[in-house]
């Protein structure tokens, strides 16, 4: 059982920059595959970016490349989510996910067993 939470949410100008953290805990982090997801009000739940439990593997959505950038550290059980130029649509709830024992990084809310409660991204002047 995995234990997720997320926190770097907050208010930005369009154009800036903020950085996710999700600490991850209860379990084998570093074998385990990371993603992060968002979610707009009355939209579904997309995928934004994963990445493997070696971090050799990455995939990001085609919104985002280029602009955010998913890395991990093992030794602090954390994975980050670096996002610049921040545009209006990127507001959001951002969800990181976890699912142990894997080897490639999923894109679909299926790929992944634990969640946490979110953190939200306001993209605003």
């Known amino acids: 059982q995995l234990h997720v939470v997320e926190s770097g949410g907050g208010l930005v100008q369009p154009g800036g920059s903020l950085r996710l953290s999700c600490l991850v805990s209860g379990g084998t982090f570093s074998t385990a595959t990371l993603g992060w997801f968002r979610q707009a009000p009355g939209k579904e739940r997309e995928f934004v970016a994963a990445i493997s439990w070696s971090g050799k593997q990455t995939d990001y959505a085609d919104s985002v490349k280029g602009r955010f950038t998913i890395s991990r550290d093992n030794a602090k059980n954390t994975v980050y989510l670096q996002m610049t130029s921040l545009k209006p649509e990127d507001t959001a709830l951002y969800y990181c996910?976890?699912?142990?024992?894997?080897?490639?990084?999923?894109?679909?809310?299926?790929?992944?067993?634990?969640w946490g409660q979110g953190t939200q991204v306001t993209v605003s002047s």
């Open positions: 996910a976890a699912e142990p024992l894997t080897c490639s990084p999923g894109g679909s809310t299926e790929d992944y067993r634990y």
